[in-house]
């Protein structure tokens, strides 16, 4: 059984980076062909997709926020973690690490509650 658990903190102040990290047990982030995903949804609004590594570590990131968007892995640890430079009250939201194989996604986190104060 695949699980994924987001951590970081739920409190970030604006203009600041936050930071979240996803472990991934039961399964590796490096085998062909997943891709572990970053996701979020703010408060009235749809699911948002952030950015996505690949088994090969390759990254991709949403162009409406590629300039403050990063992401990266610790295969060490079999963990992908989110950047997110210069965060607004807009950048309040749940955020979810989810696994994807042929542009589905079969397994989530439980999400975590991300709040940008003013």
């Known amino acids: 059984q695949v699980r994924l658990q987001e951590s970081g903190p739920g409190l970030v102040e604006a203009s600041q980076t936050l930071s979240l990290t996803c472990t991934v047990s039961?399964?590796?982030?490096?085998?062909?062909?997943?891709?572990w995903s970053w996701i979020r949804q703010s408060p009235g609004k749809g699911l948002e997709w952030l950015g996505v590594?690949?088994?090969?570590?390759?990254?991709i990131s949403t162009p409406s926020l590629k300039s403050r968007t990063s992401i990266s892995r610790d295969t060490s640890s079999n963990q992908f973690s989110l950047q997110l430079t210069s965060v607004t009250p807009e950048d309040t939201a749940v955020y979810y690490c989810?696994?994807?194989?042929?542009?589905?996604?079969?397994?989530w986190g439980q999400g975590t509650q991300v709040t940008v104060s003013s």
């Open positions: 590594v690949h088994y090969d570590g390759s990254t």
């Open positions: 989810a696994r994807e194989l042929s542009n589905r996604y079969d397994y």
């Open positions: 039961g399964g590796s982030i490096t085998s062909r062909y997943y891709a």
